[in-house]
C-alpha cells in the first residue's frame, strides 16, 4: 500500500519568538509533527552550492535532478513520521522562500518575530542564571552584557542572522501570500486566536488544544552547547510582564529595530 504523500509547512523567524512553543502546541495534534531546528534548509543548500560551482557537479547535476534530490532528502528526513503534515524549522527558510515555493508550492512559511530588545534580555537571562558555566553560544571574550549583545547582532550569530534574513524575506513581497508572521507577544497573550489565524491560513481543519498543558524541553541540544531552558516552555501559554535585566542605554539602544512593523 502506497504511503500517502506528506504535506510540508516551514516554521522560521528570529531566536527566542516563540518558536519552540508553536512546535510544542502544533505536536498535540495527531495529525502534525514539528521539531526545533533541523538540517534540511542546510541539506538543500548544500545540495545546491555543489552542483552548481564551476569545477562541481554541474552537468551530472541539472536543475531538475536537484530538486528531485532535494524532494528525496525531505521525504526520507520525515519517513520514521507517521504524520501527515510536517512543520520544519529553520531560521534559514526565510532566505529560501523561492526554493520552498517551487518544490511545494502549497507550503506556508510561519516566521516568528520578537523586538529585538527582548531577544537580547532573553539571552541574557539564560546567561546570568548559571553564573558557574560558559555557555559555547557565545565567544569567551563576551563576558558582559554589552559584549553578548554585539555580538547575537554579528551576521554570523543566531539573532543577527535570523535579523537579516527576516529583513531580505520582507523585501520579497512576491512571497507575500506564502508568509505569515507572528508576534511572540501575541501567541504568549492570545494562544487559541493565534493558532485559529494559523490552521485557516495553511487549511487545515482547527484542532482544540489544550494551551494550560503546554511543556516541553530539549535537554540534549541545550547540554550540547551548556545553556540550559534555551528550549523550554512553561506548562501554561502565558504572557508575563517583567522588568528588563539590561542596562538601560542598552535597552533602549536596540528599540526601534522591528523592521516588520514597518
Known amino acids: 500500500m502506497q504511503k500517502t504523500q506528506k504535506k510540508y509547512n516551514f ?16 505536536n498535540q495534534n495527531p495529525r502534525f509533527t514539528a521539531s526545533i531546528s533541523g538540517p534540511l534548509a542546510r541539506f538543500s543548500r548544500a545540495v545546491i552550492e555543489e552542483s552548481s560551482s564551476q569545477g562541481g557537479y554541474r552537468f551530472q547535476c541539472p536543475e531538475p535532478k536537484r530538486k528531485e534530490i532535494i524532494k528525496s532528502i525531505f521525504d526520507t ?19 529560501l522562500l523561492p526554493l520552498l515555493k517551487d518544490l511545494y ?4 512559511v510561519i516566521v516568528f518575530v520578537r523586538d529585538i530588545e527582548w531577544i ?13 558555566t ?6 569567551t571574550e563576551c563576558t558582559n552584557s554589552y559584549q553578548r549583545a554585539q555580538y547575537l547582532m554579528e551576521q554570523t550569530s543566531p539573532l543577527g542572522f535570523a535579523y ?19 508576534e511572540y507577544n501575541d501567541l504568549a497573550k492570545y494562544p487559541e486566536k493565534i493558532m485559529k489565524e ?7 481543519e482547527y484542532f482544540e488544544h489544550d494551551f494550560e498543558n503546554v511543556e516541553y524541553t530539549n535537554d540534549e541540544f541545550d547540554n550540547d552547547i551548556a545553556l540550559a531552558n534555551l528550549h523550554t516552555t ?25 523592521v516588520w512593523r514597518k
Open 11 to 26: 516554521i522560521s523567524g528570529l531566536p527566542r519568538s516563540g518558536t519552540t512553543l508553536f512546535s510544542a502546541i502544533l
Open 120 to 132: 537580547i534580555d532573553s539571552f541574557e537571562q539564560l546567561v546570568q542564571k548559571q553564573p558557574y
Open 134 to 139: 560558559v555557555t559555547s553560544m557565545f565567544p
Open 198 to 204: 494559523v490552521y485557516k491560513f495553511i487549511g487545515e
Open 234 to 258: 512553561r506548562k501554561k501559554v502565558q504572557y508575563i510582564e517583567r522588568e528588563t535585566i539590561l542596562p538601560k542605554d542598552l535597552f533602549e539602544h536596540f528599540k526601534g529595530s522591528a
Open 77 to 95: 528526513y520525515y519517513s520514521d513520521s507517521n504524520a501527515e503534515v510536517c512543520f520544519d524549522t529553520n531560521r534559514g527558510w526565510t532566505l
Open 164 to 182: 537579516m534574513a527576516l529583513k531580505h524575506m520582507l523585501a520579497q513581497t512576491q512571497y507575500k501570500d506564502q508568509v505569515m508572521l507572528v
Open 105 to 108: 508550492p502549497e507550503s506556508k
